[in-house]
Nanobody, 124 residues
Framework: QVQLTESGGGMVQAGDSLRLSCAVS????????WGWFRQAPGKEREFVGG????????TFADSVKGRFTISRDNAKNTAYLQLNSLKPEDTAVYYC?????????????????WGQGTQVTVSS
């Protein structure tokens, strides 16, 4: 059984930074991509960014490009989402997801496993 465990959310002020972590345990895969999504109250889950098995392959939503970065540690089966220059509109529950594809997919349908979500709240 595959389990994704997230950590690192919290309450911060605008302009602050946070780092989210997501570790996979249980069955692991030789090749997989990570995705990060978020969902604000009353809104649909949206793609934030992702990193392919080749860590040089990254893509981000326009709303976070230049402020958020993603990295992965394959030895630890862990992905990280660094959130910089946070804005109140970044407030949401953030989810990590794992896809058995080697490349990043923007649709939630492309992901096989999901973390439990972690709350990020940014005050102005």
């Amino acid at each position: 059984q595959v389990q994704l465990t997230e950590s690192g959310g919290g309450m911060v002020q605008a302009g602050d930074s946070l780092r989210l972590s997501c570790a996979v345990s249980g069955r692991t895969f030789n090749i997989f991509a990570w995705g990060w999504f978020r969902q604000a109250p009353g809104k649909e889950r949206e793609f934030v960014g992702g990193i392919g098995f080749n860590a040089n392959s990254q893509t981000f939503a326009d709303s976070v490009k230049g402020r958020f970065t993603i990295s992965r540690d394959n030895a630890k089966n862990t992905a990280y989402l660094q959130l910089n220059s946070l804005k109140p509109e970044d407030t949401a529950v953030y989810y990590c997801a794992l896809s058995r594809a080697s490349f990043v997919l923007r649709s939630p349908d492309g992901y096989d496993y999901w973390g439990q979500g972690t709350q990020v709240t940014v005050s102005s």
